[in-house]
């Protein structure tokens, strides 16, 4: 079975500030991973995902994200967060032996002036 | 390129009553998707389908059909509505499975009453 966990409902950071989304992943092997951002009264928008190679993965708007594999985590990152950086943020998981992902519930991020 | 539409936007509907689901994408993409989305639950599977004439179930199809007679259409058929099928729904596409990110639609936003 593959599962997801995004442990916080809600993040608040300041603008300017760094941010940090949670996830943690459970899959039986090897997974591929997805972030997806969804902003309010719109579909889900694909920011990034890692499937092989370097743990650290650039996606858009200034995001990345590290695979760490002996936490079975991928954490969201941006070095300075925006105002308009403020949506819902879902993480994604699929084990290759799998068709179909598994979210999270979402995160939905908040950056204050 | 318009990507993957969805109509209605918004519908209300009255108990027992059925309606279809439109979703149109104009990628070319062999792999649709079904989500229903309801707060703090994350996305849900409702059906997919990996190619034209080729569906399967998700994680939540009772109360649901779909068919998929090219490659650029797939309808969701809710049958005998009832209050519990109250929720936003999501289209999706992509070009194949695991390692490849999903395009959203708009979203239908239906409610049953």
């Known amino acids: 079975a593959q599962s997801v966990a995004q442990p916080e409902d809600q993040v608040n950071v300041a603008e300017g500030n760094p941010l940090t989304v949670k996830c943690t992943y459970s899959v039986s092997g090897n997974p591929y991973l997805f972030w997806y951002v969804q902003y309010p009264n719109r579909g889900l928008q694909f920011l990034l995902k890692?499937?092989?190679?370097?743990?650290l993965v650039k996606g858009s708007y200034g995001f990345e994200a590290e695979f760490n594999k002996s936490q079975t985590s991928f954490h969201l990152k941006k070095p300075s967060a925006l105002v308009s950086d403020s949506a819902l943020y879902f993480c994604?998981?699929?084990?290759?032996?799998?068709?179909?992902?598994?979210f999270g519930k979402g995160t939905m991020l908040l950056v204050s002036p | 390129n318009a990507g993957v539409t969805q109509t209605p936007k918004f519908r209300i509907l009255k108990i027992g009553q059925s309606m279809t689901l439109q979703c149109t994408q104009d990628m070319n993409h062999n792999y649709m998707y079904w989500y229903r989305q309801d707060p703090g639950m994350g996305l849900k599977l409702i059906y997919y389908s990996v190619g034209a004439g080729i569906t399967d179930k998700g994680e939540v199809p009772n109360g649901y059909n779909v068919s998929r007679s090219t490659t650029e259409d797939f309808p969701l058929r809710l049958e005998l509505a009832a209050p519990s099928q109250t929720s936003v729904y999501f289209c999706?596409?992509?070009?194949?499975?695991?390692?490849?990110?999903?395009?959203f639609g708009p979203g239908t936003r239906l409610t049953v009453t």
């Open positions: 994604a998981v699929i084990d290759p032996g799998y068709s179909t992902l598994t």
């Open positions: 890692y499937i092989t190679g370097d743990n």
């Open positions: 999706a596409s992509s070009a194949g499975t695991s390692a490849f990110e999903q395009y």
